[in-house]
């Protein structure tokens, strides 16, 4: 099971920046369970949807080939709480970016009033360093889609974000030379 913790991206430009949205429910079982009688949702998950929203960004400025695992976290700054009835707006910032991985730069607003500031560290893993089971083929495009990124996205030359072919599924051209052979 993979949990989402941004409901989708109101922008989000390849190579530099990505925007999401967190509409906080009171309907989300976790909030229960931090603080009885006080539903706030915990700074960690926050820092999990940030994450999130900025590991799919590093992701997919590398066409999605690399394995991309959230490595450090330099900062995280909280400037107020969160709490049912709440959006937050993730903006996340690709610092810089090389073979190892990359540093993302990041804030949480509350409408106008700044919720977080957070420094996330990535790291790039090798195929020999990791589980395949845990880097399913084509689930970060997936998850992409389901979150609205291909739908509000630009790509780095300013045209649009075109959705590379999902690995998982095969496409219209292998399925016709299948049918031609």
């Known amino acids: 099971m993979r949990w989402y913790w941004i409901d989708r991206y109101i922008e989000f430009e390849s190579g530099r920046r990505a925007k999401a949205l967190k509409a906080i429910s009171a309907a989300e079982d976790h909030l229960h369970d931090h603080f009885p009688d006080y539903p706030m949702i915990p ?35 909280f400037h107020c709480e969160a709490v049912p009835g709440d959006v937050l707006t993730y903006t ?26 957070v420094e996330l560290m990535f790291a790039h893993l090798a195929d020999d360093q990791v589980s395949q089971a845990l880097f399913e ?42 049918d031609a052979g």
Do not use: W
Not at 49 to 76: S, W, Y
């Open 92 to 117: 996340t910032t690709i610092e810089y970016s090389h073979a190892d991985g990359a540093m993302v730069s990041a804030t949480s607003h509350k409408g106008d009033v700044l919720h977080a500031e």
């Open 43 to 77: 700074n960690a998950l926050v820092i999990e949807g940030i994450a999130q929203t900025g590991g799919l960004l590093v992701c997919e400025q590398h066409n999605f080939a690399v394995k991309v695992v959230l490595a450090k976290i330099p900062k995280a700054r």
């Open 137 to 178: 083929p084509g689930s970060y495009v997936r998850m992409m889609r389901m979150l609205g990124a291909f739908d509000v996205g630009r790509a780095a030359d300013g045209g649009p974000l075109v959705e590379p072919p999902d690995p998982a599924t095969p496409t219209e051209q292998s399925e016709n030379s299948q």
